[in-house]
């Protein structure tokens, strides 16, 4: 996100808890900038703005002050609980867990969660999402109704491909080596195979990095499973701190954007596949 490059001190007014916040422009970033009161960061305040946008509720001030609305149904997959814990006493809305309940596997839904939500956040989950990849893209916009929206987030690059970090990946473990972790998968054809230093995300033992996708590949896959209205939302919103430099990554090999992507779910018939 490209900002004036005059502009040093930003308030900004928190559209999660409505505190006002005071930060200059260099120390925006979209994992910190947080808000003294409540704690978001940037991408947390931006995927409620564009919640915002899809419900018509630009104008209602921050999430603590949005009219409660109990026939708007939604879902979110293992959502920050700052904001999670608002929607639900805003919305017919549950934050959901890989590995416990409320328990929702992309990969595997429930008949129940299929065609019942409004709106679905997966924020920063993707890049952790076992293969096939394209089903589970396929499988969120499945969970929405008609005319539902998607909130959706990764980091990304702007290469020319995603890049799988175990593409053969079948049965795998990962095992304790020498005080480091190791990945060893036995893939398809039999063969074992073996990963050093696999990279997690919230500290060792916690969530594996499958991949990094590219921002091309995102975008064809949400089209490939029939969304339409796709939009990467790349530029500012200065009022909430909706903000970070163009950047997040340190590493100028791989520079991520890792802007926020929304879609629909068509109102009309799904033309799932058109552009397989
Ligand atoms: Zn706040």
Same mark, same amino acid.
């Given at each position: 996100m490209k900002l004036d490059p005059e502009r040093q001190e930003i308030e900004y007014r928190c559209n999660i808890c409505g505190s006002k916040n005071q930060l200059e422009s260099g120390k925006f970033h979209r994992e910190l900038a @947080?808000?003294?009161?409540? /704690?978001?960061?940037?991408?947390?305040?931006?995927?409620? +703005?564009? !919640?915002?946008?899809?419900? /018509?509720?630009?104008? +209602?001030?921050? @999430?603590?002050?949005?009219?409660?609305?109990? #026939?708007?149904?939604?879902?979110?997959?293992?959502d920050w609980p700052g904001y999670a814990t608002l929607l639900q006493e805003k919305f017919?809305?549950?934050?959901?867990?890989?590995?416990?309940?409320?328990? @929702?596997?992309?990969?595997?839904?429930t008949e129940a969660q299929l065609g019942k939500y409004d709106f679905v956040i997966s924020s920063d989950v993707f890049e952790h999402v076992l293969p096939p990849l394209q089903q589970g893209f396929d499988n969120l916009l499945a969970l929405l109704k008609p005319g539902g929206a998607l909130v959706f987030s990764v980091p990304y690059t702007r290469s020319l491909e995603t890049m799988e970090h175990y593409p053969g990946l079948h049965e795998y473990e990962i095992l304790d080596f020498r005080g480091g972790k =190791?990945?060893? #998968?036995?893939?398809?054809?039999?063969? !074992?195979?073996?990963?050093? #230093?696999?990279v997690f995300h919230g500290g060792e033992g916690a969530t594996l990095e499958m991949r990094l996708f590219c921002e091309a590949d995102v975008l064809n896959r949400l089209a490939r499973a029939g969304f339409t209205d796709i939009l990467v +939302?790349?530029?500012?919103?200065?009022? =909430?701190?909706?903000?970070?430099?163009? @950047? =997040?990554?340190?590493?100028?090999?791989?520079? !991520?954007?890792?802007?926020? =992507?929304?879609?629909?779910?068509?109102?009309?018939?799904?033309?799932?596949?058109?552009?397989?």
């Open positions: @947080l808000c003294q009161k409540c /704690g978001s960061n940037a991408r947390f305040r931006g995927i409620i +703005h564009v !919640l915002a946008g899809f419900l /018509g509720l630009t104008d +209602h001030g921050c @999430l603590r002050e949005w009219p409660r609305r109990t #026939n708007i149904f939604g879902i979110g997959m293992s017919s809305y549950e934050n959901t867990f890989y590995d416990r309940p409320p328990q @929702l596997d992309i990969q595997n839904p =190791i990945l060893v #998968n036995r893939n398809e054809a039999g063969a !074992l195979e073996v990963y050093d #230093n696999p +939302h790349d530029q500012p919103h200065l009022p =909430i701190g909706f903000y970070w430099p163009e @950047l =997040i990554s340190a590493d100028p090999a791989v520079p !991520l954007y890792a802007y926020i =992507i929304s879609a629909r779910r068509p109102r009309g018939p799904a033309v799932r596949g058109m552009f397989r």
